[in-house]
């Protein structure tokens, strides 16, 4: 298939883009670079350099290939951000998805997968979090991705587009090639964050919050491997056009920020300094997915589900690029 990826050179991104390549797919990357990497895009993959916001630069784009499919990532992706500067993500967000669905209804493009977020289920009534979930986003970032699911529902009804919602726990990892990894100028991830601290590059490590009412007290995520996110894609997209479809994507297994911390100065022999600080406004207590429909869908079976399968290729990334792709 010729598929075009937006965003691909970010991090979820590159590392989709990396196993489609390895799949045997035709890959175009389209990304503005304001927060992705050159040097990230696998260079089996074609890159155009390019804005979704610029309506006539997408419309060129898909004038000179015939996608089969597109996988949506570009976008802005912190909750924190998205408190502060709303517009950027009730405004930007949504709009770059409508160029976009707008030039795959004028090409008869018909396949899309979105990169949705676990940020929909702000007030969970059921643990681990399934697709019957009630939706309360908890943020302006993931309103906007609420309403792209939206309008995605509307293509398929109005225009025939078949879709994937993936909605990401916490995707983290980095590929067990070596090649690529994590990157964020401002890094604001737990994992980055305390590999970084691990390596000597920051004094310690802060934990937001240490009163939830959690097992130990500080907040639980269910981290999923980025590359097994890239499989999921990919078996999303062979199976569209038996029809749209909605996951939760993550292990089942929540990791308390008490216990990450732990697990990385045991991978890697660091002693890893940590403090308590305050709450970091948005944090729900506890988030793991109930990722069983995609499972029993697809045959969707995680590789890298272990904290030292996730934290071990992220360390392995770290120590070999301590500074991002700029070694
Ligand atoms: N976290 C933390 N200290 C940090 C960064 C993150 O204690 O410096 C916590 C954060 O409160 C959350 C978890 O680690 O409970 C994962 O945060 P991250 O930003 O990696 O992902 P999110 O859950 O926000 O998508």
């Given at each position: 298939m010729n598929i075009l990826v937006t965003g691909g050179a970010g991090y979820i991104g590159s590392h989709v883009v990396e196993e489609l390549v390895e799949a045997g797919e035709s890959v175009v990357v389209f990304d503005n670079l304001y927060t992705g990497?050159?040097?990230?895009?696998?260079?089996r993959a074609k890159f155009v350099l390019g804005d979704l916001n610029d309506a006539g630069a997408v419309k060129r784009l898909f004038d000179e290939h015939p996608f089969d499919g597109v996988l949506h990532f570009a976008s802005h992706t912190l909750v924190g951000e998205s408190m502060q500067q709303p517009f950027l993500y009730l405004g930007d967000n949504v709009t770059n998805a409508l160029n976009l669905l707008r030039a795959m209804v004028d090409h008869n493009v018909k396949r899309f997968i979105l990169s949705s977020t676990?940020?929909?289920?702000?007030?969970?009534?059921?643990?681990?979090?399934?697709?019957k979930e009630r939706i309360v986003p908890g943020s302006p970032y993931g309103e906007s991705k609420f309403i792209i699911e939206r309008l995605l529902y509307w293509m398929d009804r109005v225009h025939g587009l078949r879709y994937a919602a993936l909605r990401y726990f916490n995707a983290a990892g980095a590929s067990p090639r070596g090649n690529r990894g994590e990157d964020h100028l401002h890094e604001t991830h737990l994992i980055p964050l305390i590999l970084q601290t691990a390596l000597g590059l920051r004094e310690k490590i802060t934990i937001f919050?240490?009163?939830?009412?959690?097992r130990d007290g500080t907040c639980i995520r269910d981290y999923i491997h980025v590359t097994d996110l890239a499989q999921a894609h990919i078996l999303a997209l062979h199976a569209l056009d038996k029809g749209s479809r909605t996951y939760n994507l993550g292990n089942g297994l929540g990791y308390s920020v008490k216990e990450m911390i732990d697990a990385a100065r045991q991978i890697t022999g660091q002693p890893i300094k940590a403090e308590i600080g305050a709450r970091r406004p948005g944090d729900p207590a506890t988030l793991i997915a109930g990722s069983e429909t995609i499972k029993r869908e697809l045959g969707w079976a995680p590789e890298f589900a272990s904290l030292e399968a996730i934290i071990g290729t992220a360390w392995d990334w770290h120590r070999t690029h301590p500074k991002g792709y700029e070694v």
């Amino acid at each position: 298939m010729n598929i075009l990826v937006t965003g691909g050179a970010g991090y979820i991104g590159s590392h989709v883009v990396e196993e489609l390549v390895e799949a045997g797919e035709s890959v175009v990357v389209f990304d503005n670079l304001y927060t992705g990497h050159r040097e990230a895009v696998d260079p089996r993959a074609k890159f155009v350099l390019g804005d979704l916001n610029d309506a006539g630069a997408v419309k060129r784009l898909f004038d000179e290939h015939p996608f089969d499919g597109v996988l949506h990532f570009a976008s802005h992706t912190l909750v924190g951000e998205s408190m502060q500067q709303p517009f950027l993500y009730l405004g930007d967000n949504v709009t770059n998805a409508l160029n976009l669905l707008r030039a795959m209804v004028d090409h008869n493009v018909k396949r899309f997968i979105l990169s949705s977020t676990a940020n929909l289920f702000d007030a969970p009534e059921r643990m681990p979090i399934d697709e019957k979930e009630r939706i309360v986003p908890g943020s302006p970032y993931g309103e906007s991705k609420f309403i792209i699911e939206r309008l995605l529902y509307w293509m398929d009804r109005v225009h025939g587009l078949r879709y994937a919602a993936l909605r990401y726990f916490n995707a983290a990892g980095a590929s067990p090639r070596g090649n690529r990894g994590e990157d964020h100028l401002h890094e604001t991830h737990l994992i980055p964050l305390i590999l970084q601290t691990a390596l000597g590059l920051r004094e310690k490590i802060t934990i937001f919050g240490d009163d939830y009412p959690t097992r130990d007290g500080t907040c639980i995520r269910d981290y999923i491997h980025v590359t097994d996110l890239a499989q999921a894609h990919i078996l999303a997209l062979h199976a569209l056009d038996k029809g749209s479809r909605t996951y939760n994507l993550g292990n089942g297994l929540g990791y308390s920020v008490k216990e990450m911390i732990d697990a990385a100065r045991q991978i890697t022999g660091q002693p890893i300094k940590a403090e308590i600080g305050a709450r970091r406004p948005g944090d729900p207590a506890t988030l793991i997915a109930g990722s069983e429909t995609i499972k029993r869908e697809l045959g969707w079976a995680p590789e890298f589900a272990s904290l030292e399968a996730i934290i071990g290729t992220a360390w392995d990334w770290h120590r070999t690029h301590p500074k991002g792709y700029e070694v």
